[in-house]
C-alpha cells in the first residue's frame, strides 16, 4: 500500500509504515549551544538545556541497504527535547538522496528533509562520506574503521516532533551492534547545519543492523495522571 503526498507531487507515491531499514549509521554526539537552536524548537516541545548555556547535538549519517523498504542514504541532525515526561532527539535538519523517502519523510514523519547527495567511498582501512546540498558542502566525515567489534543490542526508542501545534513520538523499533569508534565530522562554516558546531569533544559511535520505523503518534496535550 502506498500513500499519495501533496497534489503539487501527486506523481511521488512512497510505502507506508512501518518502515524497516537495513544498514549502518554513524551517529556523533556533542554540545552545542543552546541559544543556536532554542528558536528552531516549536511549541510544544521544550529544550533540554544543560548548566552554562549548552544543550545536546547530534548528527547522524545512515546507509539503508538491500532488504530495506527503500534503499537510501540520510542526515539527521538536531538537538534533544522533552514533552512531560517523554525525552528524546528532535530533527531540527534532514537530507536524504532518494525522492520516495523525501516525500514520505515529509508526509509520514512530518521530518524537514530536503534532496541531499551523498558520495561515499569505501576501502579497507576507512569509509568516507560526503554529503551536498546541490550547492554547499553539508558535511563531511572519514577515518571511520571499517574494522570494528560491535556489541548486540536492542531496544525501543522514540523520536519527538510537532505537527499542528499538538507534540508527536517517531517509535522505533532497534535491532543493533554497535560501539564508540574515533572518527573525523568536519562541518564547513557555510554548511547548513554550520549551527549545529560542536562546542565540546566530539562522541562518535558506529551502528549496524535494523530498525523498524513506525507511523507518527501524536501525544495528548495533557500529561499522564
Known amino acids: 500500500m502506498s500513500h499519495p503526498p501533496a497534489t503539487s507531487l501527486a506523481r511521488i507515491t512512497y510505502p507506508a509504515p512501518p518502515w524497516v531499514l537495513?544498514?549502518?549509521m554513524l551517529v556523533a554526539t556533542?554540545?552545542?549551544?543552546?541559544?543556536?537552536?532554542?528558536?528552531?524548537?516549536?511549541?510544544?516541545?521544550?529544550?533540554i538545556t544543560l548548566p552554562g548555556g549548552f544543550a545536546m547535538g547530534f548528527i547522524a549519517v545512515s546507509r539503508y541497504t538491500a532488504g530495506s523498504t527503500r534503499e537510501y542514504s540520510e542526515v539527521l541532525a538536531g538537538t534533544v527535547v522533552r514533552h512531560h515526561n517523554h525525552y528524546?532527539?528532535?530533527?531540527?535538519?534532514?537530507?536524504?538522496?532518494?525522492r520516495q523517502a523525501q516525500i514520505g519523510g515529509q508526509e509520514?514523519?512530518?521530518l524537514p528533509r530536503q534532496?541531499?547527495?551523498?558520495?561515499?567511498?569505501?576501502?579497507?582501512?576507512?569509509t568516507r562520506v560526503r554529503v551536498w546540498d546541490g550547492v554547499r558542502l553539508v558535511l563531511s566525515i572519514s577515518d571511520v574503521p571499517t574494522q570494528a567489534r560491535l556489541f548486540p543490542s536492542s531496544l525501543h526508542a522514540s523520536?519527538?516532533?510537532?505537527?499542528?501545534?499538538?507534540?508527536?513520538?517517531?517509535?522505533?523499533?532497534?535491532?543493533?551492534?554497535?560501539?564508540?569508534?574515533?572518527?573525523?565530522?568536519?562541518?564547513?562554516?557555510?554548511?547548513?547545519l554550520a549551527y549545529l558546531r560542536p562546542?565540546?569533544?566530539?562522541?562518535?559511535l558506529i551502528i549496524k543492523g535494523?530498525?523498524?520505523v513506525d507511523a507518527l503518534t501524536v501525544l495528548p496535550d495533557a500529561p499522564p495522571a
Open 22 to 24: 537495513w544498514g549502518s
Open 30 to 47: 556533542f554540545l552545542i549551544r543552546a541559544d543556536a537552536v532554542h528558536e528552531r524548537i516549536p511549541d510544544p516541545l521544550q529544550l
Open 88 to 98: 528524546g532527539p528532535f530533527v531540527t535538519e534532514s537530507g536524504v538522496d532518494d
Open 108 to 110: 509520514i514523519w512530518k
Open 115 to 126: 534532496l541531499w547527495r551523498f558520495d561515499w567511498e569505501f576501502d579497507e582501512r576507512e
Open 159 to 192: 523520536m519527538l516532533n510537532a505537527v499542528a501545534g499538538q507534540a508527536a513520538l517517531i517509535p522505533g523499533t532497534y535491532m543493533i551492534r554497535a560501539t564508540s569508534a574515533a572518527w573525523n565530522l568536519q562541518l564547513p562554516p557555510d554548511s547548513p
Open 199 to 204: 562546542t565540546s569533544p566530539t562522541a562518535t
Open 210 to 212: 535494523v530498525a523498524d
